[in-house]
């Protein structure tokens, strides 16, 4: 008696898994849900958490143990999605940004977008000119700190605020000048709406970066924002289609295909290739899923689209939440007292770690600088979150954010209209890496390659490696790299292996199906009373004579005797 209860005890506890989702302040929400729960129950236990009504806009994203970031599917088990050992560990952020931030009904929403833009902000995902920078500075200042005052804001106060991946004194200084004097009066709640209507205007507002080449080999990013599919190259925007031009999305393997009609029905296809086919079908079901949030009046117009061709299955995904029409719709019939938001005051923002006085970002060298940060954020709760929605390590293009030469070496500031950043666009290498313990500031790859789970932090700790990192740093990782080389067949390999096995016999029982099929139509042809040469000629083989004596008039009369049968018992049953 004692050994069932026992038993089925344990097999209670091995339903059950722990969950740690980091939110957007960088607190942690950890929960026990059941191995079966799907992704809506987990999503709905944080929502009611956080007293969050306007949830449409929000999602859970995750990464697998190839480094491969996903976003939860609220319809699909946890566990399946999850590929990996529990507890699990996810980061609940901003999926469909909103088109119009001040639109949005309740406070407690606009705050979280806040956050989530912040967080771009910093990680480069933003692009802005300098004095956009300075101006979307001042409100987070404004919105963290309070009004300027002298007595508790001494000299250089802003600078201990990180609020990009890198920036200069005469950027400090003007970010100051502005929160002293033009914000005075705000309050947390007007300064966080002004950065959000600012930063909606800008060309990569909304933008979540996925790595690609295009078909000359140049790398490139390419972004869902709410008013359309968008390309950056370098530090500009190349392309960009809106919502009711693009006509189709279509991946194969690691190539992705965009089919728009622009206007005077002009037809355009863009092709760009991912780092591998896992990221090109995760760019692809986003794709998808913007396209149906931003672009169709009503949820039951979504479609399930497919990836396939004549003689491949291919992927199949349906977009399963509500329109941004019916979001906003919605939140209309909201009426209830706002809930009480908690903001952190008083403080450097956990989004932007304080980096004290030490060394300058854009003095230090880049193989110093990650140990800089590491040294200087230990013990801080620091960045959770990165940029990218593929493995980390498939591309690098060089720093991203600089301040122009000018800045770097006098501290001149360049005209309004310069950008932030004159070299590529490339968020990867803006990311500082994330302390995941007080006693373990390196990331070692042997964790992930002796099968522990894999985290976000595991992730983003090797976000901020660039070529001259990798290139300076390439004597201490051989070992690693031999480790890789000789490890076993990953869990996407294998899955790989067998997609290509599967499509291999897709075909062949297609060839099959074709081949009996081309058979009967001969065998029909021949039977007839068509009279055509050819088939005067094959009816007078003997093959044909003995074929039509031997099988086919007997297994015509067995089949017209059965349809009599048939027939006549149909006939009785209805008397």
Same mark, same amino acid.
């Given at each position: 008696?004692?050994?069932?209860?026992?038993?089925?005890?344990?097999?209670?506890?091995?339903? $059950?898994?722990?969950?740690? @989702?980091?939110?957007?302040?960088?607190?942690?929400?950890?929960?026990?849900?059941?191995?079966?729960?799907?992704?809506?129950?987990?999503?709905?236990?944080?929502?009611?958490?956080?007293?969050?009504?306007?949830?449409?806009?929000?999602?859970?994203?995750?990464?697998?143990?190839? +480094?491969?970031?996903?976003?939860?599917?609220?319809? +699909?088990?946890?566990?399946?999605?999850?590929?990996?050992?529990?507890?699990?560990?996810?980061?609940?952020?901003?999926?469909?940004?909103?088109?119009?931030?001040?639109?949005?009904?309740?406070?407690?929403?606009?705050?979280?977008?806040?956050?989530?833009?912040?967080?771009?902000?910093?990680?480069?995902?933003?692009?802005?000119?300098?004095?956009?920078?300075?101006?979307?500075?001042?409100?987070?200042?404004?919105?963290?700190?309070?009004?300027?005052?002298?007595?508790?804001?001494?000299?250089?106060?802003?600078?201990?605020?990180?609020?990009?991946?890198?920036?200069?004194? +005469?950027?400090?200084?003007?970010?100051?000048?502005?929160?002293?004097?033009?914000?005075?009066?705000?309050?947390?709640?007007?300064?966080?709406?002004?950065?959000?209507?600012?930063?909606?205007?800008? !060309?990569?507002?909304?933008?979540?970066?996925?790595?690609?080449?295009?078909?000359?080999?140049?790398?490139?990013?390419?972004? *869902?924002?709410?008013?359309?599919?968008?390309? &950056?190259?370098?530090?500009?925007?190349?392309?960009?289609? +809106?919502? $009711? =031009?693009?006509?189709?999305?279509?991946?194969?393997?690691?190539?992705?295909?965009?089919?728009?009609?622009?206007? $005077?029905?002009?037809?355009?296809?863009?092709?760009?290739?991912?780092?591998?086919?896992?990221?090109?079908?995760?760019?692809?079901?986003?794709?998808?899923?913007?396209?149906?949030?931003?672009?169709?009046?009503?949820?039951?117009?979504?479609?399930?689209?497919?990836?396939?061709?004549?003689?491949?299955?291919?992927?199949?995904?349906?977009?399963?939440?509500?329109?941004?029409?019916?979001?906003? =719709?919605?939140?209309?019939?909201?009426?209830?007292?706002?809930?009480?938001?908690?903001?952190?005051?008083?403080?450097?923002?956990?989004?932007?770690?304080?980096?004290?006085?030490?060394?300058?970002?854009?003095?230090?060298?880049?193989?110093?600088?990650?140990?800089?940060?590491?040294?200087?954020?230990?013990?801080?709760?620091?960045?959770?979150?990165?940029?990218?929605?593929?493995?980390?390590?498939?591309?690098?293009?060089?720093?991203?954010?600089?301040?122009?030469?000018?800045?770097? @070496?006098?501290?001149?500031?360049?005209?309004?209209?310069?950008?932030?950043?004159?070299?590529?666009?490339?968020?990867?290498?803006?990311?500082?890496?994330?302390?995941?313990?007080?006693?373990?500031?390196?990331?070692?790859?042997?964790?992930?390659?002796?099968?522990?789970?894999?985290?976000?932090?595991?992730?983003?700790? =090797?976000?901020?490696?660039?070529?001259?990192?990798?290139?300076?740093?390439?004597?201490?990782?051989?070992?690693?790299?031999?480790?890789?080389?000789?490890?076993?067949?990953?869990?996407? !390999?294998?899955?790989?292996?067998?997609?290509?096995?599967?499509?291999?016999?897709?075909?062949? &029982?297609?060839?099959?199906?074709?081949?009996?099929?081309?058979?009967?139509?001969?065998?029909?042809?021949?039977?007839?009373?068509?009279?055509?040469? *050819?088939?005067?000629?094959?009816?007078?083989?003997?093959?044909?004579?003995?074929?039509?004596?031997?099988?086919?008039?007997?297994?015509?009369?067995?089949?017209?005797?059965?349809?009599?049968?048939?027939?006549? *018992?149909?006939?009785? =049953?209805?008397?």
């Amino acid at each position: 008696m004692l050994s069932r209860l026992m038993s089925s005890s344990i097999r209670s506890l091995d339903r $059950e898994c722990n969950c740690t @989702v980091r939110l957007l302040d960088d607190s942690e929400y950890t929960c026990t849900i059941q191995r079966d729960a799907k992704g809506q129950y987990l999503f709905d236990l944080i929502c009611h958490h956080l007293n969050l009504l306007e949830k449409d806009y929000f999602g859970i994203r995750y990464v697998d143990p190839d +480094k491969q970031r996903h976003w939860l599917e609220f319809t +699909k088990s946890i566990a399946k999605q999850m590929k990996s050992q529990p507890p699990f560990t996810m980061c609940l952020r901003v999926k469909f940004y909103p088109p119009d931030p001040a639109a949005l009904k309740e406070e407690i929403t606009r705050y979280l977008v806040f956050l989530q833009v912040k967080r771009d902000l910093y990680h480069g995902r933003l692009l802005c000119k300098t004095s956009d920078a300075a101006l979307l500075a001042a409100y987070i200042l404004q919105a963290e700190i309070g009004d300027y005052d002298p007595g508790k804001h001494p000299e250089g106060y802003s600078s201990k605020f990180q609020f990009f991946p890198k920036h200069s004194e +005469k950027l400090e200084r003007r970010i100051a000048e502005i929160h002293k004097t033009e914000l005075i009066g705000q309050t947390p709640e007007t300064s966080e709406l002004n950065f959000l209507q600012k930063a909606q205007m800008l !060309e990569t507002y909304g933008v979540d970066p996925h790595p690609c080449k295009d078909v000359s080999g140049n790398p490139a990013f390419l972004a *869902f924002t709410p008013f359309g599919f968008t390309v &950056l190259q370098g530090n500009r925007r190349v392309h960009f289609l +809106k919502w $009711e =031009e693009v006509t189709k999305l279509k991946f194969e393997a690691k190539t992705f295909h965009i089919y728009a009609n622009q206007k $005077e029905d002009k037809k355009i296809i863009l092709t760009y290739f991912a780092p591998t086919p896992e990221a090109c079908k995760h760019l692809w079901k986003c794709g998808v899923e913007n396209q149906a949030f931003y672009k169709l009046e009503k949820s039951s117009q979504v479609r399930t689209v497919s990836s396939s061709n004549l003689f491949f299955k291919g992927s199949r995904f349906r977009y399963s939440g509500k329109v941004a029409k019916e979001v906003m =719709e919605q939140s209309a019939k909201i009426k209830r007292d706002p809930p009480e938001i908690h903001r952190a005051g008083m403080v450097p923002s956990r989004s932007c770690p304080s980096i004290t006085h030490g060394p300058r970002l854009t003095s230090v060298p880049r193989t110093r600088r990650r140990a800089v940060h590491i040294s200087i954020m230990e013990g801080l709760e620091s960045l959770r979150d990165s940029a990218h929605s593929t493995p980390v390590r498939s591309v690098s293009h060089g720093d991203s954010f600089m301040p122009s030469r000018s800045q770097t @070496v006098d501290g001149s500031e360049a005209s309004t209209s310069a950008v932030i950043s004159d070299e590529n666009y490339s968020p990867s290498d803006s990311v500082l890496p994330t302390p995941v313990a007080e006693h373990g500031m390196e990331m070692p790859l042997a964790r992930h390659l002796n099968g522990a789970p894999c985290s976000i932090d595991e992730d983003e700790s =090797e976000a901020g490696t660039s070529k001259e990192g990798q290139a300076t740093e390439f004597g201490h990782s051989r070992r690693e790299q031999r480790m890789v080389k000789s490890r076993p067949a990953t869990s996407s !390999e294998v899955e790989e292996l067998n997609k290509f096995i599967l499509s291999v016999l897709r075909l062949f &029982l297609v060839t099959i199906g074709l081949l009996f099929a081309l058979l009967l139509l001969l065998i029909m042809l021949t039977e007839s009373d068509l009279d055509i040469a *050819f088939l005067r000629d094959i009816r007078k083989t003997p093959e044909f004579q003995q074929f039509h004596f031997e099988y086919f008039c007997p297994l015509r009369r067995w089949f017209a005797c059965k349809l009599r049968w048939m027939g006549g *018992f149909l006939v009785s =049953e209805a008397k």
